[in-house]
């Protein structure tokens, strides 16, 4: 029986940028990450590393200067249109209404209006907007823009999804709302997650394993660690668990590492510019 192909697979990815100077500016080197179907996978590594670089390349925003990128044993060509990207910033359209913007990717997919009104308040409901289809962007809290931002990445029910730090601009209670609802959704979904964050706490208690990248440029996996966690997980229990612990202070001791060199390179930079 041939082996299940990886969701997505970076294989020796090495991304170069152009700078002012010429010189290209390579911000990782020889990346190796495959993410198994349905599994929840976070990147942890300090401000710049990379990891939005990666997640670009497996949404197929932005091809590789070196290595391939696999989506389900197939080379990815174009745009991935298997997965859903989130990105920090919500991309809601301010002149929108809530349902209409929710349901936009099932416009673009040509659904039928009745249909896509249907599956966009069912949607609404589920998320906790079912009051708020007719109401603007701008008439939301920040907590209750995500929700909305959640429910258009999940109604074209993508098998992968790409979050890009999601929550990190949500105070921290409402953001462990949302942790926990996503964990919620998720559950029994088999839907494949690439989640990126700058936050350990966050990687650890939503991951089945969280990938460490080393401080850029040149960023590398520094390691893989398991996250053996029982599930499903309550984050405010989890977080105060003995085991939770022992998994944060092996990744931490690896990341401050990684996260005072980031600091040293950028102390040096200043001080010669
Ligand atoms: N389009 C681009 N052009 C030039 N440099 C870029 C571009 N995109 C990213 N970089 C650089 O590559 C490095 C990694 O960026 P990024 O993937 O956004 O890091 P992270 O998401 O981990 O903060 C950074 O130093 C960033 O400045
Ligand atoms: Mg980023």
Not at 153 to 162: E, F, M, N, R, S
């Amino acid at each position: 029986m041939p082996e299940q192909p990886y969701a997505v697979q970076l294989s020796g990815m090495t991304k170069r940028f152009p700078t002012a100077t010429g010189e290209a500016y390579t911000a990782v080197r020889d990346i190796d990450l495959a993410v198994a179907p349905g599994r929840f996978v976070s990147v942890v590594g300090p401000t710049g590393c990379g990891k939005s670089t990666l997640l670009n390349a497996a949404a197929g925003l932005m091809p590789p200067s070196e290595g391939t990128v696999h989506v389900y044993g197939e080379p990815l060509q174009g745009l991935n249109r298997r997965a859903s990207y989130m990105f920090q910033q919500d991309a809601l359209l301010p002149w929108r209404s809530v349902l209409d913007n929710v349901t936009l990717g099932l416009r673009i997919r040509k659904v039928p209006a009745d249909e896509r009104a249907e599956q966009g308040r069912a949607w609404l409901e589920r998320v906790g907007l079912g009051a708020f289809a007719a109401a603007y962007p701008h008439q939301l809290s920040g907590g209750m823009r995500k929700r909305a931002a959640v429910a258009q990445t999940w109604i074209v029910d993508p098998d992968i999804l790409l979050m890009d730090e999601p929550f990190s601009a949500l105070d921290v209670q409402t953001r462990q709302l949302m942790e926990n609802e996503l964990l919620t959704l998720w559950t029994g979904s088999e839907k494949t997650v690439i989640f990126v964050t700058h936050d350990l706490d966050e990687a650890i208690s939503l991951s089945d394993e969280v990938v460490l990248l080393s401080a850029g440029p040149d960023s590398e996996v520094v390691g893989g660690y398991p996250v053996d966690l029982p599930r499903p997980r309550d984050l405010m229990d989890i977080r105060n668990s003995p085991e939770f612990n022992d998994i944060y202070r092996r990744i931490w001791s690896d990341l401050r590492n990684e996260v005072m060199k980031s600091y040293e390179r950028r102390a040096r930079t200043l001080q010669a510019g």
